[in-house]
């Protein structure tokens, strides 16, 4: 009878060599045995979540919720979990949705805005850009964009209306 022990930490087959025991072709190959069972873990995931989750900002047409422990949002079953500063600015870009937040309130969400230091301004600037990177990664299954409003600073905009509106042609005149 074969037995399968899971533990924390994968099983290699140099370990079981130095122990002497054989090493099954299950043990192996547990990495990708996780990677199958991925899909059903998000599931249960969400189910677990489910809970713990409150109504979050209120979007039009989109389910919103949120969990401030976990730092974890779910937009339409879509799970969005980030650190502490990115779900904090997601919020807030979820909060003035359709409208433009400045660079300063933006940074504000995660960086002293009193300071007026100008390499840790830059610092920050440069931290908000990274994070807003990462958050675009992990909505890009959802309907949002972030975009970046020209000397503003960033939106939060329903990605169809992103399209509809980069390619409208002005009207002719005859």
Same mark, same amino acid.
């Given at each position: 009878?074969?037995? %399968?022990?899971c533990s924390d930490q994968p099983h290699t087959a140099t370990d079981k060599s130095q122990e002497g025991g054989r090493v099954s072709r299950m043990e192996t190959n547990y990495p990708s045995l996780l990677a199958r069972t991925k899909h059903k873990a998000k599931k249960r995931a969400v189910n677990r !979540?489910?809970?713990d989750l409150f109504p979050g900002p209120a979007i039009p047409g989109h389910q919103?919720?949120?969990n401030e422990k976990y730092h974890v949002i779910l937009i339409?079953?879509?799970i969005v979990r980030g650190t502490p500063d990115e779900y904090h600015l997601l %919020?807030? !870009?979820?909060?003035r949705y359709d409208q433009p937040l400045s660079y300063r309130e933006l940074i504000a969400q995660f960086?002293?805005?009193s300071?007026?230091? %100008?390499? !840790?301004?830059?610092a920050a600037r440069a931290k908000l850009t990274y994070m807003l990177s990462a958050l675009r990664t992990k909505i890009w299954s959802s309907d949002f964009a972030i975009v970046r409003v020209v000397d503003v600073g960033y939106m939060l905009i329903d990605?169809?209306? %992103?399209?509809?509106?980069?390619?409208?042609?002005?009207?002719e005149k005859p």
């Open positions: 009878m074969n037995i %399968l022990v !979540l489910s809970d919103i919720r949120q339409d079953q879509l %919020l807030r !870009l979820m909060e960086h002293d805005a300071s007026n230091d %100008l390499a !840790l301004l830059k990605r169809n209306k %992103l399209w509809s509106t980069a390619h409208t042609v002005p009207d």
